[in-house]
């Protein structure tokens, strides 16, 4: 069962360009989670979401960012417009919330995006 | 505001004895908390869940503990090894909200 994919690993982009990092979940899990972490510091909640459905968008920044999580494929994060406090990485999570059984709230985590703003 | 302080940023330890690490939290309730480890450059590993109604959990050398009266947790390794060299992070969450708040994480190193 593979785990969290998460692409690309690495991402340089230059200021006011766009960012996209992608996500694909565990098998058989519907919760997406995206988290940020700033350089020194901890992991910051950004947003989660089911599929087709934005459930808690309380960590995201008001502007320039969005995240998606379409009926087909992967979870996106867009950035547009990046500037250099940008630069993190960021790591994408899933859950089997909803499924009988185990610890549903485990969340498991992607091998991150590090996002580098020029 | 809430607040998660995880002891110290860097813990060294010999190699053997056993690793304590601790996780106070204030202004919350959490209906569950997690520890996960994380590697350099890489994501966090998910290790044990501890809800608020349980006392202590095992899974092979690690052992967790929850007291919601002191707002703390602590976590044991026990015959601790150069391979669990890694920045430990603790996780809390409310009962019904889906969003980890996670402290800033000890690194802890296992000397040989």
């Known amino acids: 069962n593979a785990g969290v994919m998460q692409n690309p690993r690495h991402l340089v982009r230059r200021r006011g360009q766009e960012a996209r990092l992608r996500c694909s979940p565990m098998k058989g899990h519907s919760h997406v989670y995206w988290y940020r972490q700033l350089p020194e510091e901890g992991l910051k909640f950004m947003v989660y979401?089911?599929?087709?459905?934005?459930?808690?968008e309380s960590g995201m920044p008001k502007e320039r960012f969005s995240a998606e999580f379409p009926k087909e494929g992967p979870s996106i994060l867009r950035i547009q417009q990046v500037v250099r406090g940008d630069s993190a990485a960021y790591f994408c999570a899933s859950s089997p919330r909803g499924l009988a059984g185990g610890d549903q709230e485990t969340q498991y985590f992607g091998p991150g995006t590090r996002l580098l703003v020029l | 505001s809430q607040k998660i302080e995880q002891n110290s940023e860097a813990l060294n330890i010999q190699e053997g004895k056993t690793a304590t690490l601790t996780c106070n939290y204030t202004n919350y309730s959490p209906a569950y908390l997690q520890w996960y480890r994380q590697d350099p450059g890489r994501g966090p590993v998910f290790l044990l869940l501890?809800?608020?109604?349980?006392k202590e959990k095992r899974k092979e050398r690690l052992k967790v503990t929850f007291d919601t009266t002191l707002k703390q947790s602590l976590f044991h390794i026990t015959a601790s090894q150069p391979a669990d060299s890694a920045t430990y992070l603790c996780?809390?969450?409310?009962?019904?909200?889906?969003?980890?708040?996670f402290g800033t994480g000890t690194r802890l190193t296992i000397i040989p």
């Open positions: 996780a809390l969450a409310n009962f019904g909200n889906e969003k980890l708040t």
């Open positions: 979401l089911q599929k087709e459905n934005i459930i808690d």
């Open positions: 501890i809800r608020e109604n349980e």
